[in-house]
């Protein structure tokens, strides 16, 4: 085996969620009267918490818009959006060739909040895939490494025994920062060329790759 756990970002890596945030985000700033966002700034904060994200996009903005924004895109989010938001093809084959290894440990490391992950953990079903997860609400965004610290402690492994999956710098900062390895793919939002200065132990240009990688 491996690794004995192995930590998965969400948006970007194991579900095909962009465009619906990048649309929500757009709506939400039009909504609080700031204006347009660009899809390619808007896909930039991928991976952070939504305070962080919106700090980023909006340098300046005052609290109430931000917080008008916040509600907003939370709105567009959950209840105003039909954008599916299916998992990458093969990625459920591939989470039940790791589940099958009884000494194996999933996880989930998301900038997502707990409210909005669990939600997504029911809608998709797939809750039961993992044995822990932390959210941005919970610790603090990417690229601090305070939700990974708090994985290993949880499952009770130690960090040369963990690797961290994700589409971002961010994902691979945070894990660099602990001194995780770290596994770069490429289907989601940050180019190859900007996840190469993380230094990941292995790079995934497709789903079957990154699993078939994992369980050798």
């Known amino acids: 085996m491996r690794y004995r756990l192995v930590i998965f970002d969400w948006d970007g890596t194991l579900m ?39 700090d980023r996009l909006c340098p300046g903005i005052d609290a109430e818009r931000f917080e008008l924004l916040r509600s907003r895109y939370a709105y567009h989010f959950v209840e105003g959006s039909r954008i599916p938001m299916p998992f990458f093809s093969g990625v459920e084959a591939g989470i039940a060739m790791l589940k099958a290894q009884e000494e194996r440990r ?84 940050h180019a190859p060329e900007r996840l190469v200065p993380s230094r990941p132990v292995y790079t995934a240009g497709a789903v079957a790759e990154l699993f078939d990688w994992l369980n050798r």
């Open 16 to 54: 095909d969620s962009v465009s619906r945030i990048v649309a929500c985000m757009q709506a939400a700033s039009h909504d609080a009267g700031w204006g347009h966002l660009e899809e390619a700034a808007v896909r930039d904060i991928i991976g952070l918490g939504l305070p962080e994200a919106i």
């Open 106 to 189: 999933l996880a989930v490391a998301t900038g997502k909040s707990r409210r909005g992950l669990d939600r997504v953990f029911r809608e998709s079903g797939s809750g039961g895939w993992f044995d822990a997860s932390r959210t941005a609400d919970e610790t603090r965004s990417k690229p601090h490494p305070q939700m990974l610290e708090e994985l290993l402690v949880e499952l009770d492994v130690p960090v040369e025994e963990a690797v961290m999956v994700g589409d971002t710098e961010y994902d691979l900062e945070m894990a660099r920062a602990l001194g995780m390895d770290r596994v770069a793919v490429t289907w989601g939002v």
